[in-house]
DNA sequence: GTCTATACTCTGATAGAC
DNA sequence: GTCTATCAGAGTATAGAC
């Protein structure tokens, strides 16, 4: 990317990411075409390719910045608060990450459904680093019988699969639920009963 | 598609929706190319169109199949049978189907990520019918005491989002849980003692 | 910095030989 | 039924005027 110096660059540069994510989201990496992109953006292609030197160049600054804001709910799960709580807390900031970025969700949903050919090297590392770190927080508070026995990994996996399914899977759920719904209000309900319900030591 | 006459078309046409189902569930329908589905198939382009007029035709012929086996786990929930193990048998049909047909699910996920362009009136229709029956007979389950209450439609939601992520994500969920691991076995132990746990009642 | 024009490749689809 | 050849259009990317 061009290091922007300029308002005007700043603005551009902002607008190609911005429409990156909308498309990409949507098609993935190879439906992704730079005329459409360049059209979201208000620009013309060859302006496009001033920006950023090609669509590869576009799609890898959209990833880098994913996985820290994915990943930034679960690093803050905090192992001295209240077990119960604090898993709690992190399942609604996931779910929050779901409705206020709905366009990175789907973005990281479809580099996954790809076989995640960029991110696979952040995902064996840093990403399961931290998995690895949290699962011997969860599992130390089952130890110490502050939260019912689970599988700990399955457990963080159940806590990205429910929260993303509403950003990945939105016009589904708006579908079936039909109109007058908030589908990310009652999912944070559902979801609070549910864990509350799962965690709670027998 | 070509209404097959003879054992070679028979087995083409196999063919070319096999690999269709390979490329499709990888990169999506705008990513997905006949180049590359002709060459999973072992055919060249000019031969694929000749069994199917179009892309578009592959890629339909794929969809059509897809909502049914979809629905069919739903579908076969008993209203006579035990509440609690009706449910369970559903999660464990449904983590089967993630299993054994994992591009289906990849699939259908692509779809739903492009907005459901082609799926949309089968989501409003039939799928949305079969879970407002479904969430119906829940919440009679509910009112009896036989199950705990729960939001019946998102309760179904969580049933799709848990076991389909075993299927969409499952390059993450290997490397997350790293070598040596069963990921649907222990799913099905996870998810077992998960709904067991949430649906008795309190 | 942005545009027009264009090079070159890929993609979906067709024609016609065999 | 399958292949080679090919077309028109879309796609990424570059050159060069302004």
Chains 1, 2 share one sequence.
Not at 148 to 161: E, G, K
Not at 174 to 186: I, K, Q, S, T
């Amino acid at each position: 990317m061009l290091k922007p110096r300029t308002r005007i660059q700043e603005r551009n540069s902002r607008a190609i990411l911005e429409a990156g994510l909308d498309v990409f989201a949507q098609h993935g990496f190879r439906g992704a075409t730079l005329d459409q992109i360049a059209e979201v953006a208000g620009l013309s292609k060859p302006n496009l390719l001033y920006y950023f030197p090609s669509k590869d160049a576009v799609y890898l600054s959209l990833l880098e910045q994913l996985l820290q804001t994915w990943l930034d709910p679960l690093a803050h799960m905090n192992p001295d608060g209240d077990p119960i709580e604090e898993v709690l807390a992190y399942v609604h900031r996931k779910l929050e990450l779901s409705r206020d970025f709905p366009r990175e969700s789907r973005l990281f949903a479809n580099e996954i459904l790809q076989g995640a050919p960029h991110l696979m090297p952040d995902i064996e590392g840093p990403l399961k680093a931290l998995v690895d770190e949290k699962a011997a927080l969860l599992l130390r508070w089952m130890d110490e019988g502050r939260i019912a026995r689970l599988h700990p990994v399955h457990l963080i996996f159940s806590v990205w699969s429910l929260t993303q399914h509403y950003a990945d899977f939105d016009v589904q759920v708006r579908a079936v639920l039909g109109p007058g719904h908030d589908p990310f209000a009652e999912a944070g309900t559902f979801l609070d009963h549910m864990f509350r319900r799962l965690l709670t030591p027998a």
